[in-house]
């Protein structure tokens, strides 16, 4: 797994846009939720600009360092019947589909990590009160992405088509699930609706852990909706992971 991970890597590197992609638009992406929370009174909701713009920069880092970057990576190995031919050697089917996550995953959990560190000096959205949700909620991320991205892998044709495929979730969990809009803003009704998309959960304790506004039957709403996603996730690629190409 540690060659299949290291040869991934080399692959990303040499990928301008899957790099451009998984590296600079999760960092400039964030500073366009600005705007459509200047005119909100954020203080109401226990929030602050620095709390948003860290939430929404570790989100966009789930949806394009993560989910977008693997759906290709995952199409293309198809494609070229790398996947195939690896199933041939000593890896069984999950350390396949784990070791060509791997590195989409550690540039993740990376990039939240400096994204977290750069917010809290630049915009002083002040100490995590409950950091163990945050860590939490980070970790749910990057395991729901990485399973998406397998699953919409499966219905994905080409690596041209990949990012077409990979839009509907992008676009919905940038909207519903807190990432552009912060969900306490949205009307009562749509926001429990919203709750249940599939990075919800993660964005809800990513951000309850700074600001310490999640109450203990809350987290463990969000974690149980984030395992009630995981769950059929990891059993659907199982099931329906596509290794042969969709020609």
Not at 69 to 94: F, H, I
Request: glycine residues 8%; positive net charge.
């Amino acid at each position: 797994m540690r060659a299949l991970a290291r040869a991934e890597l080399t692959l990303l590197g040499r990928n301008r846009g899957a790099v451009v992609t998984a590296l600079l638009v999760p960092l400039a992406l964030p500073f366009t939720v600005r705007p459509a929370v200047d005119q909100v009174d954020l203080k109401a909701e226990g929030l602050n600009i620095g709390t948003v713009t860290l939430t929404a920069a570790i989100g966009f880092s789930f949806l394009f360092a993560v989910y977008t970057s693997l759906v290709g990576a995952y199409v293309a190995r198809r494609e070229e019947l790398v996947l195939k031919r690896l199933r041939t050697g000593e890896l069984d089917d999950a350390e396949i589909l784990a070791g060509t996550a791997l590195p989409a995953v550690c540039v993740g959990l990376a990039q939240a990590v400096v994204l977290a560190v750069g917010c809290a000096v630049l915009l002083h959205p002040g100490a995590p009160r409950a950091p163990y949700l945050t860590v939490l909620g980070i970790l749910a991320g990057l395991v729901l992405s990485a399973a998406f991205a397998a699953l919409t892998a499966s219905v994905t044709r080409t690596v041209e088509s990949a990012q077409v495929t990979a839009l509907p979730l992008v676009l919905v969990s940038m909207m519903g699930s807190g990432i552009a809009v912060p969900a306490q803003i949205l009307p009562d009704r749509l926001a429990r609706v919203c709750e249940l998309l599939p990075l919800s959960p993660a964005i809800r304790l990513v951000q309850g852990g700074w600001t310490g506004r999640l109450s203990a039957y809350e987290a463990l709403g969000a974690v149980a909706t984030a395992l009630a996603w995981s769950v059929p996730a990891v059993f659907a690629v199982r099931r329906w992971f596509r290794w042969e190409p969709r020609r």
